[in-house]
């Protein structure tokens, strides 16, 4: 039996609009928790004034490292399907 895994390749982006609020979506490759530090802070800086940046990652194969931020959204309503999504 072989191991198979899907992963990205390349970034990307999506928007949404609903009830008055403006919903972007962002997803990079990356293999490194520094690099998602680095890429959260970036996004921080160029969506300054958004009122939450909500954030998942899952590193590895195996699946074993990953993490998820609501950022003031009530606990688990963002960044928990942000990481379902991505498993």
């Known amino acids: 039996m072989i191991d198979i ?3 990205i390749i390349d970034s ?4 949404i609009t609903e009830k008055k609020s403006k919903f972007i979506a962002h997803i990079f490759p990356v293999k490194s ?3 998602v530090k680095e890429i959260v802070e970036a996004q921080r ?6 009122r939450h940046l909500c954030w998942a990652y899952m ?4 699946r074993t490292e990953f993490r998820s931020n609501d ?10 399907p942000i990481l379902g999504q991505i498993n």
Do not use: C, H, N, Q
């Open 59 to 62: 590193l590895g194969w195996e």
């Open 45 to 50: 800086k160029k969506y300054y004034d958004a």
């Open 33 to 35: 928790v520094d690099e």
């Open 12 to 15: 990307a982006e999506g928007f």
């Open 5 to 7: 895994y899907k992963t």
């Open 71 to 80: 950022d003031g959204e009530p606990s688990g309503t963002a960044g928990r």
